[in-house]
């Protein structure tokens, strides 16, 4: 196990160790929890951690590539939560069928991550200043679009089968898996299959690695970040639907904090936030300890205060391993 | 490389240790889904239901999302709260509607479910033991009537005008000053979404526009500290300021005579009088449907009184 410098060619060859580590640290916590309690692995607690971990899983997918290219973005919390109040204006207040309501809500996604690409690439804005902005600038506009109050999705009553309903339910009755669990794993095979097999995968890990080098050998990198935010940025629509289909309703207050948990999740998953290295795997594997660790600590009745204890030291914990090994390797 | 990989489980394992042994017991158990936890209110409420759990033996966990707008984590919480089979469950919704999927799962697991605080919009659960808040502010209006004198200029700062609190707290002020206050003006209504600073700033620019105002009430904690602040700040003693709830600040601010007084509402009796009734619930007793868990108004002269201490918290 030879670990190169983290560079354009060798992206892929790095990420798995972590990624083996991260998968055994989950399934080390699974078995941990189920011997611990007779409540833990029984089919409808299963559901309700896949449940629990879909919008994460999915807000952490979107940010995986802008955190690869170098970047971060702050506002995809606040972003679904606008994509989600988006499609409440589109089926609730405008009566519109629903198709409509989820490209509107994907668009004006991608639309905002439209702005925060042209911000970072074109105007040069560091990426935490430029997505901090718009972490707020969303936050507000949800709340002045909404008028403040949730938007209930009641006129629409196929809204909350996005993510309540089971396609695979249907199918096979046994494993009523919810649709937001199907997305998120569709999701995460098809980013996987852009970061690791498309020209834009290849230049999201050489742009993380040297932006500069990638550059000078003639190639628009400022369209490709942009390209690249705008992806996120309808990541965070395809999270907004999942949420506010959940809760059936868009509430506009709801969001801010929920991009320090999708980056906790990418970090969990062995991407790092220095750019050039990282997988959509590892990411949906750190996003699913974080649910699995929370419920366990529920199930077993671990006091509130404690439970967030030992998710901040989890998170400390999976980042040392991840440093101690790389250097191990190449000293 | 396997010892270092387990490793990361091991941190995970020992810190857990700890919460393992108390999952074994087997009490009848009763989780307490809150709005809140780290709110000096819901550590009241906290502290009456551990009383409840102490006084019938049941085992009794409390939890709230970080703040009011978490709809999503709340229903985590619930659904893990049914995957321990409780006997019954406490629960005090921030969205009604988006809990009533797993609420239905409760009832058709034949699991009583109490409400709490604001209560939820349900016909599921068998009782809500809240305060009755529209009261509680029309004796806010009264006294406030009573300190300047039956006229003159009034504004409010409450916390939001979504919530059942907030309406109910808005709405029970107002209305009692229009049935029988008909000297008394509400000039300005305003949200500081409980936010200290923030009502602050919205309690200043109302001092400001109305160099006349005689009084200002703070629809709760974080509304009434702001309004102090902003009397404090600007020099202007002269208003009258009543609060809602208790907390440090604001039992300091009454005791040097900055706030008049306040209303406080029960929360050790709202925690209490959940657990109690979820146990009589999960026993198949019948509960009262409406448990009015009260409220009092409190000022220099009755804060150290027994009665009023015991529901006041820090």
Known sequence: ?331 | MIARRSLFGVIGAAALLAGASFAQAQEMYIPLISKGFQHQFWQAVKAGADKGAAEFGVEVTFEGPDNETQVDRQIDMLAAALAKKPAAIGFAALDSQAAIPLLRQAQEAGIPVIAFDSGVESDIPVATASTDNLAAAALAADKMAELIGGAGKVALVVHDQTSRTGIDRRDGFVNQVEAKYPDIEIVDIQYGAGDQLQSTEIAKAILTANPDLKGMFGGNEGSAIGVVNAVTELGRSDVVVIGYDSGTAQKAAIRDGRMAGAITQNPIGIGYETVKAAVAAAKGETVEKNIDTGFYWYDKTNIDAPEIAAVLYD
């Open chain 1, 1 to 331: 196990m030879t670990d190169a410098p983290a560079s354009a060619a060798a992206p892929r060859r790095i990420a798995v160790p972590q990624k083996l580590l991260a998968f055994a640290s989950l399934i080390v916590l699974l078995v941990f929890f189920s011997v611990a309690s007779p409540n833990f692995l029984q089919t409808s607690n299963i559901l309700a951690i896949l449940q629990a971990t879909a919008v994460n899983g999915v807000l952490a997918i979107g940010v995986t590539m802008i955190i690869i290219t170098g970047g971060i973005d702050l506002s995809i919390g606040t972003l679904m939560t606008f994509c989600a109040v988006t499609a409440g204006v589109i089926l609730t207040f405008w009566g519109l069928p629903l198709p409509l309501g989820v490209l509107g809500a994907i668009g004006m996604g991608a639309f905002c991550g439209l702005v925060s690409g042209t911000l970072v690439s074109r105007m040069n804005i560091p990426p935490f200043i430029a997505t901090l902005g718009m972490m707020l600038i969303l936050k507000g506009l949800s709340l002045v679009v909404s008028g403040t109050k949730p938007i209930y999705f009641n006129d629409t009553p196929s809204y909350p089968e996005i993510a309540q309903g089971s396609l695979i339910g249907d199918l096979i009755p046994a494993v009523p898996v919810p649709n937001a669990v199907l997305i998120l794993f569709l999701l995460a095979a098809l980013m996987g299959w852009v970061l690791n097999r498309t020209v834009l995968g290849r230049y999201c890990f050489a742009i993380g690695s040297n932006e500069e080098a990638v550059r000078l050998s003639g190639v628009d990198t400022r369209w490709w970040k942009t390209a690249i935010y705008v992806l996120g940025g309808a990541i965070c629509g395809v999270a907004g639907l999942i949420i506010s289909s959940r809760l059936n309703s868009a509430q506009p207050a709801l969001g801010l904090g929920y991009e320090l948990d999708a980056i906790a999740a990418v970090v969990i998953g062995g991407t790092s936030l220095a750019g050039g290295r990282g997988s959509i795997l590892g990411t949906v594997i750190g996003a699913l300890i974080m649910a699995v660790l929370l419920n366990g600590l529920r199930i077993l009745s671990v006091a509130q205060e404690w439970q967030t204890v030992v998710t901040g030291l989890i998170i400390i914990a999976a980042v040392y391993l991840d440093m101690f090994r790389r250097g191990k390797a190449a000293g």
